[in-house]
């Protein structure tokens, strides 16, 4: 940001190093790509527990599986990336973001490579996940944005140019962000699978 302070669970990011930015990408924040940015080189269970690997957190499969149910492509886990439709790769990008349980998704032109019916149903499972997180959007669909969206900020040039969006007090929150690395053998398999 250019001017003014962001302020995290009451922890001004004023004071923030750069691996404080990390953490808190890392804790707070599951993003979902345009691009989806999936291993094509690994499965369906790869590509989402690595968020649980770079936290160290236990993987549970059968947390996936759920995951997998919940956006709609139940029994995939083991199917490689790259045998998916566009619309099953949107839906791991997003069970992704959620296996590890932030409280913010940012999801980047998430329909941008999407025909308009699988779009819809990104849409709408997005539209679900906002009943129990903050779901942010970014997209030039102004019609989406209308039909899904319960607030929309509108940007051009640079320049918020209207924004309806209501914001709740997290003065009672406390930040805490957990520190992130691949275990070294999940390293050595990227590189050598690269």
């Excluded at 009451?10 to 923030?16: A, E, R």
């Excluded at 499965?43 to 770079?54: A, G, R, T, W």
């Amino acid at each position: 940001y250019d001017s003014g302070e962001i302020v995290i669970d009451g922890k001004s990011t004023k004071k923030f190093k750069n691996k404080d930015f990390d953490y808190y990408r890392n804790t707070y924040i599951g993003f979902i790509f345009q691009e989806f940015n999936l291993l094509e080189e690994y499965n369906v269970y790869d590509n989402i527990i690595l968020s649980n690997k770079l936290q160290k957190e236990k993987v549970n499969l059968n947390i996936v599986d759920e995951l997998l149910k919940k956006v709609g492509i139940s029994g995939l886990g083991k199917r490689n990336i790259n045998e998916l439709s566009g619309g099953q790769k949107g839906r791991v990008a997003i069970a992704r973001a959620l296996i590890k349980n932030p409280n913010i998704i940012l999801a980047d032109e998430p329909t941008g490579n999407l025909d308009e019916e699988t779009g819809k149903q990104i849409f709408e499972i997005l539209k679900s996940i906002s009943k129990e997180k903050l779901v942010i959007v970014v997209s030039h669909d102004r019609e989406s944005a209308i039909n899904y969206a319960d607030g929309i900020i509108e940007i051009s040039d640079g320049e918020i140019i209207s924004n309806n969006v209501k914001f709740d007090s997290t003065e009672n929150r406390i930040f805490k962000a957990k520190k992130s690395r691949l275990p070294f053998i999940d390293s050595m398999k990227f590189a050598f699978s690269n």
